[in-house]
């Protein structure tokens, strides 16, 4: 089990040419979660996967007094900006979390029109995207998913499958619990087929029936809007992801809060159940 609390900082001393700047947003709260002013100053290897919950589109109209649903189109304004940094930063992976399979429950003119964005974002971006050598990836059941959009992820994935920078993994009609269950039952189909035996069983081989088989586990999941939970996102590749939980709502992210969360992520010590970089040092 991995023990939160002994956050010893890294011995290399080195600090980040960025460090003034993130330190002062830290100490204006733009970070959540990461309050070690000396383990701000190491410098962690960058993250491989980034996946976000795009939280507080509906709080962000409300605020300006605007229809829910300005907020959701200024949301997608703000996934451009994340692609558009992710790759400027290094990350190989981006995960975007842009509908969940209880998302279904929000009233039919809000489902209907997150829908109609995400067939825009498709028919507008993908081109772009590909120019971009931007690999695109989608997760998620496509039961219950109208054949227009399941066909038109199906062609943005062939589209750009030969890309090898970034991979934007849409993230739709996702919930991390239907993804187990799945992969359970198509175990279990093999174990009833004959093809596989129980005792071969394991995590790996739960893991590889998942739509996310391809997809290293993330090692930095960012939520904005102030909620701290993962809402059913990414339950088991969670395990040893590192958490950064903004205060400011989806459609204000832009590069400088992508910068300032992968600088909280630099500042953490990631142990996975074992002893650490520092374990040699302090015995
Ligand atoms: C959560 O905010 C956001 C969503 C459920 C949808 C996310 C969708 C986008 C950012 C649009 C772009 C995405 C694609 C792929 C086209 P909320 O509505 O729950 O906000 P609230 O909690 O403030 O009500």
């Known amino acids: 089990m991995r023990e939160g609390s002994a956050r010893t900082p890294r011995a290399t001393g080195e600090v980040a040419q960025d460090a003034p700047e993130r330190e002062a947003r830290m100490s204006e709260g733009r ?9 701000a100053a190491t410098d962690a290897a960058a993250p491989v996967h980034v996946a976000v919950i795009m939280d507080g589109n509906g709080r962000w109209a409300a605020a300006r007094g605007l229809p829910r649903f300005e907020g959701h189109r200024r949301g997608m304004e703000a996934l451009r ?45 993908l081109a772009d995207l590909h120019a971009n050598n931007v690999r695109v990836r989608v ?32 993230a ?16 279990a189909a093999k174990v009833a087929a004959g093809t596989l035996a129980p005792d071969a069983i394991d995590a790996d081989a739960l893991r590889r029936e998942f739509w996310s088989a391809d997809i290293p586990d993330p090692d930095l999941i960012i939520r904005t809007s102030g909620e701290q939970r993962l809402s059913n996102f990414l339950l088991w590749q969670a395990a040893y992801a590192e958490f950064v939980f903004l205060p400011s709502h989806w459609p204000d992210f832009d590069h400088a809060t992508f910068e300032a969360a992968l600088a909280a992520f630099r500042g953490r ?9 520092d374990s040699a040092r302090t015995g």
Request: zero cysteines; charged letters at 25%; aromatic letters at 8%.
């Open 139 to 170: 997760v998620g059941s496509r039961e219950g998913v109208a054949a227009d959009i399941d066909a038109m992820l199906d062609e943005a994935e062939a589209l750009t499958r030969g890309n090898d920078g970034l991979t934007l993994v849409i």
């Open 31 to 39: 970070i959540e979660g990461h309050s070690d002013a000396t383990a």
């Open 269 to 277: 010590v990631r142990r996975f159940g074992g002893l650490g970089p």
């Open 81 to 125: 900006r994340a692609v558009r940094a992710a790759q400027d930063l290094g990350v190989r992976y981006l995960t975007v979390f842009s509908f969940s399979a209880e998302n279904w429950a929000r009233p039919p003119a809000e489902v209907q029109f997150l829908m109609g964005l995400l067939k825009r974002f498709v028919r507008n971006d």
């Open 172 to 187: 739709f009609n996702y919930g991390a619990r239907q993804e187990i269950v799945e992969a359970t039952r198509r175990l």
